[in-house]
T-cell receptor, first 110, second 117 residues
Framework: QKEVEQNSGPLSVPEGAIASLNCTYS??????FFWYRQYSGKSPELIMS????GDKEDGRFTAQLNKASQYVSLLIRDSQPSDSATYLC??????????FGKGTMLLVSP | GAVVSQHPSRVICKSGTSVKIECRSL??????MFWYRQFPKQSLMLMAT?????????EQGVEKDKFLINHASLTLSTLTVTSAHPEDSSFYIC?????????????FGPGTRLLVL
């Protein structure tokens, strides 16, 4: 059974700090990984996708993938109060469906 | 690009009535769309996968006769909640798959909040 594990949090960081969100997965054949941000009462919004080992940077966001250790992480630099949301990790294993983690709540305090 | 819309955004109905929710991909064609449900403070739950021109694939425990899905075109999928009851009150979210965005990439609509009285 494919599983994606995330710490539910909340992860609390002060404004300007680096927020580090982690995710582990069980399916070794997983090919694609995604980070979504979901504000309270809203639908998920795609932030990053990553397909190969290593780092992928997009503005203040960096996704890191380590397939050997089966984890994927998201770093948010210079965290802002507007980054406060639930972050969902998801993986795709070659089919069209995604397996989502339960999400980590991030709280950035001013 | 990759915009998905949903209509209506919010609906209140009486118990026993049917409610139709539309999901549209506005600037791309989506051969596959997905329907999720999310209860307050809980994670996303995939209800069904909808492929254009074929029958939807429902997840275990989701009643296909209660949640009717139609994907008649490459830009439109509909979810009809038949004979809705208060326990069907939830946040219904669709997504559309865009392979050009990378394998497995899904873009979500804004969601429809359903309240059954």
């Amino acid at each position: 059974q494919k599983e994606v594990e995330q710490n539910s949090g909340p992860l609390s960081v002060p404004e300007g700090a680096i927020a580090s969100l982690n995710c582990t997965y069980s399916d070794r054949v997983s090919q694609s990984f995604f980070w979504y941000r979901q504000y309270s009462g809203k639908s998920p919004e795609l932030i990053m996708s990553i397909y190969s080992n290593g780092d992928k940077e997009d503005g203040r966001f960096t996704a890191q993938l380590n397939k050997a250790s089966q984890y994927v992480s998201l770093l948010i630099r210079d965290s802002q109060p507007s980054d406060s949301a639930t972050y969902l990790c998801a993986m795709n294993s070659g089919y069209s469906t995604l397996t989502f983690g339960k999400g980590t709540m991030l709280l950035v305090s001013p | 690009g990759a915009v998905v819309s949903q209509h209506p955004s919010r609906v209140i109905c009486k118990s026993g009535t049917s409610v139709k929710i539309e999901c549209r991909s506005l600037d791309f064609q989506a051969t596959t769309m997905f329907w999720y449900r999310q209860f307050p403070k809980q994670s996303l739950m995939l209800m069904a996968t909808s492929n254009e021109g074929s029958k939807a694939t429902y997840e275990q425990g989701v009643e296909k006769d209660k949640f009717l899905i139609n994907h008649a075109s490459l830009t439109l999928s509909t979810l009809t909640v038949t004979s809705a009851h208060p326990e069907d009150s939830s946040f219904y979210i669709c997504s559309a798959s865009l392979q050009a965005g990378g394998p497995g990439t899904q873009y979500f609509g804004p969601g429809t909040r359903l309240l059954v009285l």
